[in-house]
C-alpha cells in the first residue's frame, strides 16, 4: 500500500526514537536504520501481501540485530580521580570486560574477580584490565575505588524512584537568589564527588513563591548518607589555645592526602577490655603558607608539659563547632613554619571489620571536609526520600504486565464497539507509536523517568487513545453531506484546540511542588505533542485508507 506523508513521518520519528533508546555502537545502529527504513519502503513499494511479509521480515530480523549488539560487560561510573587507577588512564564510562584474565559479563564477574587478589597496603600489585577503549596495566597498593554497574541495554534513564537510592529537598537558612543557588549546587557537588558517591544528580528548583530549593538525587545511597553530608555545613576548624589555626577549604588547605598508603591510612586496630575493638587512622594535610605562620606564631608562646616531648597545649580538631578529637603537639614544632600537619582518629566498634569500616568512613568524612571547606549556608532537608531497588525492579515489571493488559483491554474494548479489527489495529499501532517516541526523547535529552513521569506516560496514552476514538466517530458518522476527509478535519481541529489547553494548564508543573512534578509535565506536554503532530495525522490517514478514500 502507498504511505502517505503522514505515515512516513509517523514511521521516521519511530525508528529515531528506537535508535535512540537501543544502547548498541554506532556502526549497528546505522545497519538498523537501513533494515528499518527498508522494512517501511517495502510496505510501501510492493504490494500488500508481499510488502507486509518483506516489513515483518526485516522487522524481525532487526529485532535479532538488537538482541546480538547488546555490549557485556561492566561500565565504571565513578572513579577516584587521585588514584593511581585514574593517573595511569582508567576514566568513568569505559566498559571492563576482563579484570586480571578473568573475562567480566556483569557485575557479579567483576566482584568475584576482585575476591581472589588478596589486597595488601605494603604490597605493590599488579592489575590487567582489558576494556572496550584500551588496555590497562597498573601497578599499585591501593584497593581499586571504583563504582561499577551493568551495561544498560537501553539508553533510558530511570529516576530513584524505579532503580533505588535516596532524595532530599533542601532550602538554605537563609534568602539567596539564583547566583547564589548556583554556587550552592557547585560547591555540594563537589563535596559528593570527593566522598565518592556516583550518580549524584544536584539540580536548583523554585516554588510558586519564589523559594529556592536544591534538589539531591542519588542512586544507589540512603538517607542517612545524604544527611551527613548536607544536613550540616561540615565546618572544619583547627584550634590551639582557643584560637583557629587553620579552616578546612582552599584558603588554608593545600592538599589533603588520600587513597596513598605512605601518608593516609588505617594504622592500627585493638580490642577494648569490654570485648569492642577500635580502629585507629592517620593521614596529612598540607596547609598553605599563611596558616603555617598562623600555627607558628600561636605555639611559640607556648610552654613545654612535664615529660618534655609535648607542648603543653593540644590541637583541637572541630566540625561544626564539636570537637571530634585532640591532637597532642610535638616540642620541635614550636613556633616552626610547618606545612605539614597530621590528622588522627579512631572508629569504635562490635567487631573489628566494624571498627575498621567506622574508621575509614571518619577518615573519609575528615578528607572531604578538609577539602572542600563548609557549606556557604545551613541547610535544612524539607523533605527525605527513599525507595528500595527492589520496589523498583518490581514496579517496572508490574509496569510492563500492566501497559500490555491496558493494550489488549483497549483493543478488545474497541473491536467491540466498532466491530472492526483493522481501525482497532491502527488504533493501537499509534497508541504504541506515541509511547516509543515518548521513551525516544527522554532518551535524546537524558531526561530521569521517575513515578510522575510515569504517571505522564499513562496519561498520555489514555488521552490519545481518546482522541482517536474522536476520530474514529466522526469517521463513522452516516452523515452524507460529508466526506471522510472533512469529518477528520473537525475531528483534528478539536483536538488540536484540546492540546492547546492542555499545554496551558501543564506549564505552571514546573514549579508547583519545588518541581518535583516536573517529570509529569514534562513526559505529558512530549507526549501530547508528538500525538497531536505526528501520530494522530498519521492515524487520520491510515482510517481514510481503511475507508477507502
Sequence with gaps: MKLTWRIWILGIALILSILTIVNINASMKLVLLILLVGALFALHRFGKAKGVLIFLGLLMLSAIL????????????????????????????EIIKSLNGNKIENRA?????????????????KFEIGTNRNSHIIFTNQTPQIIVADVSKTNIQTGLDLRGGARALVQPSE?????????????????????????????????????????????GATPKDLEELISQQGKFEAKISNKTVFEGGKKDISRVCRNDAS?????????????????????????????????????????VDETGQYLSEKIYLYVDEQEVDSLLI???????????????????GVTREEAYEVARESMNKLQTILITGSLPYKLEI??????????????????????????LLVGTIIFIRYRKIKASA???????????????????????????????????????????????????????????????????????????TNVASLIPLYWAGAGLFKGFMITTIIGVTAGVFIARPAFADLIKKIKGE
Design 109 to 125: 564477574d567483576y566482584f568475584n574477580a576482585l575476591q581472589e587478589i588478596r589486597f595488601n597496603p605494603n604490597e605493590t600489585l
Design 66 to 93: 538488537i538482541f546480538y549488539s547488546f555490549e557485556s560487560g561492566v561500565v565504571i561510573k565513578s572513579l577516584d580521580k587521585d588514584s593511581d587507577f585514574f593517573s595511569q588512564g582508567l576514566r568513568n564510562g
Design 330 to 348: 610535638g616540642v620541635d614544632l614550636r613556633g616552626q613554619v610547618t606545612t605539614q600537619i597530621s590528622i588522627q582518629g579512631s572508629g569504635a
Design 426 to 500: 491502527a488504533l493501537l499501532l499509534t497508541s504504541f507509536s506515541e509511547l516509543i517516541i515518548i521513551l525516544g526523547v527522554a532518551s535524546f535529552i537524558k531526561w530521569n523517568l521517575d513515578l510522575p513521569s510515569i504517571a505522564g506516560i499513562l496519561a498520555v496514552i489514555g488521552t490519545g487513545v481518546d482522541s482517536q476514538i474522536v476520530i474514529l466517530d466522526e469517521a463513522e458518522k452516516k452523515d452524507q453531506s460529508s466526506s471522510v476527509k472533512q469529518k477528520i478535519k473537525i475531528a483534528l481541529f478539536v483536538i488540536i484546540t484540546a492540546y492547546i
Design 382 to 407: 524539607v523533605k527525605l526520600d527513599t525507595i528500595s531497588p527492589t520496589l523498583g525492579k518490581n514496579f517496572i515489571n508490574l509496569l510492563l504486565i500492566t501497559g500490555a493488559v491496558a493494550i
Design 175 to 219: 534568602k539567596i537568589n539564583d547566583a547564589n543557588l548556583d554556587e550552592l549546587i557547585q560547591i555540594s557537588r563537589n563535596r559528593f564527588n570527593v566522598y565518592g558517591l556516583s550518580d549524584v544528580q544536584l539540580s536548583g528548583v523554585s516554588d510558586l513563591e519564589g523559594n529556592k530549593f536544591m534538589l539531591v538525587e542519588i542512586a
Design 263 to 303: 601518608c593516609a591510612m588505617i594504622t592500627s586496630c585493638d580490642q577494648n577490655s569490654d570485648g569492642s575493638h577500635f580502629c585507629n587512622f592517620r593521614f596529612t594535610v598540607y596547609l598553605t603558607e599563611d596558616a603555617a605562620k598562623r600555627h607558628a606564631d600561636i605555639t611559640k608562646a607556648l610552654s
